[in-house]
């Protein structure tokens, strides 16, 4: 019954967190035109801090059911290979979740995404495609139980990293597409007519 439990809780985080990040990816795409207001921002924080519980709720949950897994298992569970590729892919979007609410998204308070320099919109785009494809991605795995103890790591980081050029390719594009109606793109060269 613990292992259950500890599933439906860790499924509830993933769920929450998915839902989450990807409504705040829609408003903020339909919020591109003007600096965020007081609101809007309001929201991102509160987006920010829900995001941030349920990953740490994913993380405590993880860990258990590893520690469960082991315990039942033994060492058997800890050489699947998924396991670990899913680890490293939260580990890759916790590091991307500080990068983008410390880097990121203080340059939306500044100035509307499509001001922004094509440089800084990049930015902002890369790290919302890593956000947003690594988010389904690790919910993917969560109810990939064919690939236990079938893909070797390096083939599930190799679909994940496919699957992130594509959204990070899509990101870019929508960038510079954010930005072709700012006749002042600060990137620009000024000299050039």
């Not at 985080?13 to 809007?40: F, I, M, S, Y």
């Not at 058997?76 to 609410?101: D, E, F, P, T």
């Not at 939306?108 to 922004?116: D, E, F, H, I, S």
């Amino acid at each position: 019954m613990i292992k259950t439990l500890l599933v439906y809780g860790h499924l509830l985080a993933t769920c929450v967190a998915l839902g989450h990040v990807l409504l705040a990816d829609h408003k903020l795409w339909r919020w591109r035109e003007a600096p965020l207001n007081a609101t809007q921002q309001a929201y991102l924080a509160e987006t920010q801090k829900i995001v941030t519980l349920a990953l740490l709720a994913l993380w405590a949950s993880g860990l258990l059911l590893v520690l469960q897994g082991y315990l039942d298992e033994g060492q058997r569970y800890l050489l699947n290979q998924k396991l670990w590729a899913k680890v490293a892919v939260v580990v890759l979007l916790s590091i991307n979740g500080m990068l983008l609410h410390r880097v990121g998204f203080p340059s939306l308070q500044r100035a509307a995404y499509a001001a922004l320099p094509f440089s800084t919109r990049s930015r902002l785009a890369l790290l919302g495609a890593l956000s947003t494809s690594g988010w389904l991605f690790a919910a993917f795995l969560g109810v990939a139980r064919p690939w236990n103890h079938v893909l070797p790591c390096l083939h599930v980081l190799t679909v994940f990293a496919a699957l992130v050029a594509m959204a990070c390719g899509t990101a870019l594009i929508v960038a510079g597409l954010a930005g072709a109606n700012n006749a002042t793109d600060v990137d620009a060269d000024p000299s050039v007519p």
